[in-house]
């Protein structure tokens, strides 16, 4: 596990203001060294512990907290842009006020977040439901919390035959869509990822989760995810991801860095040697992508930058 916690607590140190206390110590551990797994959970720890930084009384406490919200921004929001949209949503104009004040706007737009991102939340299950009209056989790469709401929406309306489930063995997401969507009553398919071809072949849409969004719509996913996808289109199945607008950055799938890679020594048995290192996340090239469904509706990638410009444009993205 990286220990890039340790990084803030030296930036403290040489400002000369005081060590971090191990509560925000622990919320760094979750956060920008993923103790806590999810993108959209760590938002929901970083925001709280910017505003709680900010309310210590001492006269250095809306600093820290501002210094706190740009390190967690630097490091986890790279790779995770609602994490660094969302703190400079919530860090907007702090940094003009006075430590009350600040702390005060730092605290109100923790509590908001929540209630905002269920409220985006609805509208893109709402939303999603209606533009996916007609699927019958949703093939699902992954575990999404939001696309297994969406699978569970569509269920319930408009009514499904078959849910598709390869196993993304390299995280097992396939098996925590099958805990979370056994309750149904709608046959499943549960196939081996070397079957995703066939898989895909069973499915009328491909729908993906996002850990990210690139400003021109490439899906960063789980490894496996560009392969449903390219099977998919070759097949004249349309792929949809699915991400609230938080979650596009502002760089485009060739501007990223290659994804880290990661061991999977679980395939070894014992007294095996071989080199496992393979990226865990990839991100599926725009051209692979039909739309992504969002809370203002689906949106081609071609258009996916101007309605988040439109939407900075109106606040709603961030101030």
Same mark, same amino acid.
């Given at each position: 596990?990286?220990?890039?916690?340790?990084?803030?607590?030296?930036?403290?140190?040489?400002?000369?203001?005081?060590?971090?206390?191990?509560?925000?110590?622990?919320?760094? $551990?979750?956060? /920008?060294?993923? *103790?806590?797994?999810?993108? =959209?959970?760590? +938002?929901?720890?970083?925001?709280?512990?910017?505003? &709680?930084?900010?309310?210590?009384?001492?006269?250095?406490?809306?600093?820290?907290?501002?210094?706190?919200?740009?390190?967690?921004?630097?490091?986890r929001g790279q790779g995770a842009p609602?994490?660094?949209?969302?703190?400079?949503?919530?860090?907007?104009?702090?940094?003009?006020?006075?430590?009350?004040?600040?702390?005060?706007?730092?605290?109100?737009? @923790?509590?908001?977040?929540? #209630?905002? @991102?269920?409220?985006?939340?609805?509208?893109?299950?709402?939303?999603? /439901?209606?533009?996916?009209?007609?699927?019958?056989?949703? $093939?699902?790469?992954?575990? !999404?919390?939001?696309v297994a709401d969406l699978v569970r929406?569509? %269920?319930?309306?408009?009514?499904?035959?078959?849910?598709?489930?390869?196993? !993304?063995?390299?995280?097992?997401?396939?098996? &925590?869509?099958?805990?979370?969507? !056994?309750?149904?009553?709608?046959?499943?398919?549960?196939?081996?990822?070397?079957?995703?071809?066939?898989?895909? =072949?069973? !499915?009328?849409?491909?729908?993906? *989760?996002?850990?990210?969004?690139?400003?021109?719509?490439?899906?960063?996913?789980?490894?496996? =995810?560009?392969?449903?996808? &390219?099977?998919?289109? %070759?097949?004249?199945?349309? /792929?949809? #991801?699915?991400?609230?607008?938080?979650?596009?950055?502002?760089?485009?799938?060739?501007? $990223?860095?290659?994804?880290?890679?990661?061991?999977?020594?679980?395939?070894?048995?014992?007294?095996?040697?071989?080199?496992?290192?393979?990226?865990?996340?990839?991100?599926?090239?725009?051209?692979? +992508?039909? =739309?992504?469904?969002?809370?203002?509706?689906p949106v081609r990638p071609a258009d996916?930058?101007?309605? +988040?410009?439109?939407?900075?444009?109106?606040?709603?993205?961030?101030?």
């Amino acid at each position: 596990m990286p220990e890039k916690r340790f990084d803030f607590a030296a930036e403290m140190t040489e400002r000369g203001w005081p060590a971090p206390d191990e509560a925000t110590m622990q919320g760094l $551990l979750d956060i /920008v060294d993923e *103790g806590t797994l999810g993108a =959209s959970n760590h +938002v929901t720890l970083a925001l709280p512990l910017v505003a &709680r930084l900010a309310a210590a009384d001492r006269p250095t406490a809306r600093d820290e907290a501002l210094a706190l919200a740009e390190f967690i921004a630097r490091t986890r929001g790279q790779g995770a842009p609602i994490v660094a949209n969302a703190l400079r949503w919530q860090t907007a104009r702090a940094a003009e006020l006075d430590p009350r004040d600040a702390a005060r706007l730092l605290s109100d737009r @923790a509590a908001e977040w929540e #209630g905002a @991102a269920a409220a985006r939340r609805r509208a893109l299950i709402e939303t999603g /439901v209606t533009a996916l009209a007609g699927t019958r056989a949703p $093939l699902i790469f992954d575990y !999404s919390s939001t696309v297994a709401d969406l699978v569970r929406a569509l %269920a319930n309306g408009p009514g499904l035959d078959r849910i598709i489930i390869p196993e !993304s063995r390299a995280i097992d997401g396939g098996r &925590r869509y099958m805990t979370a969507l !056994s309750d149904l009553g709608v046959e499943i398919a549960f196939l081996p990822d070397a079957a995703l071809d066939y898989a895909v =072949s069973l !499915s009328d849409a491909v729908l993906l *989760g996002a850990e990210s969004v690139t400003r021109d719509g490439g899906i960063s996913n789980t490894v496996g =995810s560009t392969p449903a996808a &390219r099977a998919a289109m %070759a097949n004249g199945i349309p /792929v949809h #991801g699915a991400a609230d607008l938080f979650k596009v950055g502002d760089r485009t799938r060739d501007e $990223l860095p290659a994804p880290p890679l990661r061991s999977y020594d679980f395939l070894l048995k014992p007294g095996e040697t071989a080199t496992t290192a393979a990226p865990e996340l990839e991100i599926v090239p725009p051209t692979l +992508v039909t =739309s992504i469904l969002t809370e203002i509706g689906p949106v081609r990638p071609a258009d996916l930058w101007d309605a +988040v410009d439109r939407h900075r444009g109106n606040g709603e993205i961030q101030p």
